[in-house]
């Protein structure tokens, strides 16, 4: 196993160094830092190195790292790291300069970079992440935005580490829910072109010739099958704009509204994605809340932040009413997709004046029923892929033996 030399910081702020074995820097990091230290430096040592294992030095961003993507892990790390440093009294400026040699993502680092300078420039610390939505979410903005204005960025940074992990583990949970599904619908069209281009042509001159009235089913499939033999270029062409068409329209306000408002009417998957909206509502509120954000202020930070543009849009209404001091819970009953539980809590937050402990514990509850739904979407969704299975196998039965059918009782009455 690799090992890992590294210089630390104790809370104290005394300097100590020593090695640690792990699988790769990341994990060497975690080591460090589950020791209460806070990592300097931290690099492969040569022995390892040469051991047939590519060093783990940091390396520097080139042209390629644009093109890259930055793993979630590498956030959270940079986050959890960045907290930790804070919290220790380190400077926002010296923390960056430590941390921009812990990461092993070049893009990650060249923005560490970037908003090091930025802040030194004197640009305030939200603004110097915002330049950088690429690799840090509104979300993650707006929560740094929160934490600057309320002098509390450490506690924001803690809460936004849970948000962050908690969202990673649900979207791995839905890919993994959707990969037997997905694979299935592959699989599915595939078999379906495989009947259309290979099995059903053996039987087209054979019907066509019997001078028979075909029926509804098979004259589809014989007008798809023309289709897909004697316009498959233009088909293709047509299939790779569309898909280029609404990707750049789902760019714009109009297309992230219909996309997002499409995605919360989805028969099993909008109900798990309005309740993850929920939970995050609920959760940065309550931050924003314990950090003295007023309310018309969390409400802004709040519409950048909840990642659907249909939600979104319901918080311009909800502004002009908290203008005119109708409280929370009023407004939200007016509003869509906010489920009456939430809309409750809040109220009986409001009335109790334990708003926040309120908002905690919707978040925990949403929490919990994202993890449910999610668990049990495969089972939600297989009856779905049996009925579409059974509907392409059925379509394709009725189109073949109909029109056989017919062919023997025409040429038993000819008899």
């Known amino acids: 196993m690799p090992v890992f030399a ?7 702020g005394s300097k100590v ?18 020791k209460g230290l806070i990592p300097s430096s931290v690099r492969q040592t040569r022995a390892a190195a040469a051991s047939g294992k590519p060093g783990s030095g940091a390396r520097a961003p080139g042209f390629l790292s644009r093109f890259e993507s930055v793993k979630a892990q590498d956030v959270i790390l940079f986050t959890k790291q960045l907290r930790t440093m804070l919290a220790a009294g380190i400077a926002v400026v010296q923390t960056l300069e430590v941390l921009e040699n812990q990461t092993e993502s070049p893009k990650l680092r060249a923005a560490i970079i970037a908003i090091a300078q930025d802040i030194r420039q004197g640009t305030s610390l939200y603004k110097a992440f915002f330049k950088h939505t690429n690799v840090f979410s509104p979300l993650y903005c707006n929560m740094v935005r929160a934490g600057e204005i309320s002098g509390t960025l450490t506690d924001v940074l803690e809460r936004l580490i849970y948000i962050v ?4 583990k649900v979207k791995q949970d839905i890919k993994s829910a959707l990969t037997y599904p997905f694979i299935v619908l592959i699989a599915l069209v595939i078999a379906f072109f495989v009947l259309i281009l290979f099995v059903f042509p053996n039987f087209i001159n054979l019907f066509q010739n019997a001078h028979i009235e075909l029926p509804l089913p098979t004259r589809i499939m014989i007008g798809i099958h023309g289709v897909l033999i004697h316009w498959w270029p233009l088909l293709l062409v ?6 280029f068409g609404l990707a750049s329209w789902f760019r714009t306000i109009q297309g992230r509204f219909f996309r997002d408002t499409l995605l919360l009417r989805l028969p099993i998957l909008g109900k798990v994605f309005t309740k993850a909206a929920m939970a995050r509502f609920a959760s940065i509120f309550a931050i924003l809340q314990a950090s003295g954000v007023t309310v018309l202020e969390s409400m802004e930070i709040i519409s950048g932040t909840i990642g659907n543009a249909a939600i979104s849009a319901q918080f311009d209404t909800l502004k002009e009413k908290l203008e ?9 009953r007016s509003a869509r997709y906010f489920t009456p539980m939430l809309i409750t809590m809040i109220a009986i937050g409001e009335e109790s004046g334990q708003l926040e402990d309120m908002l905690k514990e919707a978040a925990r509850h949403y929490d919990y029923e994202v993890e449910y739904s999610v668990s049990k979407m ?11 299975l059974t509907g392409v196998v059925g379509f394709f039965a009725l189109s073949v033996f109909l029109p056989l059918t017919d062919l023997m009782q025409h040429s038993m009455s000819g008899v």
Do not use: F
Not at 6 to 12: G, I, V
Not at 238 to 243: I, S
Not at 324 to 331: D, I, V
């Open 6 to 12: 590294y210089k630390a910081l104790t809370d104290s």
């Open 324 to 332: 005119q001091g109708r409280g929370l819970a009023e407004p939200l």
């Open 165 to 168: 992990e908690h969202e990673h």
């Open 17 to 34: 160094s020593g090695s640690v074995e792990a699988e790769s820097l990341e994990a060497a990091q975690r080591l460090i830092l589950d």
């Open 378 to 388: 495969s089972e939600l969704i297989g009856p779905v892929l049996v009925a579409g």
């Open 238 to 243: 047509g299939v790779g704009g569309g898909v």
